[in-house]
């Protein structure tokens, strides 16, 4: 087992919790502090709130990540719906918070440092989500 | 894990004691609705300090709480919206902006006051 690495399986709204304070956990110990905690939180709740809304289940999957001299979180949000069928217009901000229904991806990047979304058309969607230490 | 609520002349005050799924955050929405009428309330106070994600859903949860119990005729003040809960509401773009707020349970029964006696009605 690699003690980086925490996979919450999303199916009913209380994994909504366990997931993001999962995440917190990890992000704690890797030195986050305690608002990037909150922060990296509540972009795993908004991920794991998206999961249930537009797939029903899905995982979410936070770990170390190390790239060159950077140090920070990973989490990785897998689903297998149906997919996004306009990424670019899902980023626009007016778009995702109208009435409610949209999926807040432009938040979710605001809270993270980068978010990346690969989705195609009846094979799930999967947000990889970064944030760095300062 | 159940909200208490307890009444206190004529309010309500709701304390959150740990992070709430969303079946309890609509449980709470409805308790309150219901108690406002049981005990004739004239205001509530939300107290949300240990709390330490106000997601999308909690946040538009709270909303309709205020407005549906505006309509039963109370006020509500929502308090104890820690600092670092705050910035993540902000990036994440998601507002309590024609809520009240205020900064613990003590300006918040203030505020209650201050509302009531505007109407002409009694809080005590």
Do not use: C
Not at chain 1, 79 to 94: K, W, Y
Not at chain 2, 21 to 39: N, S, Y
């Amino acid at each position: 087992m690699d003690g980086n690495k925490r996979t919450v399986q999303i199916n009913v709204d209380t994994d909504i919790v366990t997931a993001r304070q999962e995440g917190r956990a990890l992000a704690a110990s890797l030195g986050f502090s305690s608002s990037e905690q909150v922060l990296i939180a509540t972009a795993i709740s908004e991920a794991a709130r998206n999961i249930l809304l537009y797939a029903g289940t899905g995982t979410i999957t936070s770990s170390y990540l190390e790239e060159g001299s950077k140090r920070g979180i990973l989490i990785v949000v897998r689903d297998e719906g149906p997919g996004i069928s306009d990424v670019a217009q899902a980023m626009v901000d007016g778009y995702s918070t109208s009435g409610g229904l949209g999926l807040g991806l432009p938040g979710m990047k605001r809270l993270m440092d980068e978010l990346d979304i690969i989705s195609e058309g009846g094979k799930g969607t999967t947000l990889i989500m970064k944030r760095w230490k300062l | 894990m159940q909200v208490p609520i307890l009444k206190q002349r004529n309010y309500l005050i709701a304390t959150i004691q740990s992070a709430l799924t969303d079946a309890d955050l609509l449980q709470l929405r409805d308790e309150l609705t219901a108690r406002v009428g049981r005990f004739r309330s004239l205001g509530v106070v939300i107290d949300v300090t240990v709390l330490d994600v106000m997601d999308s859903f909690a946040v538009r949860t709270l909303r309709a709480t205020v407005h549906i119990l505006k309509l039963r005729g109370a006020e509500t003040v929502i308090v104890g919206i820690q600092p670092e809960v705050a910035f993540a509401m902000v990036q994440l773009g998601v507002t309590l902006d024609r809520e009240a707020t205020a900064l613990d349970l003590e300006e918040g029964l203030v505020y209650l006051d201050r509302q009531v006696e505007g109407s002409g009605r009694h809080g005590r």
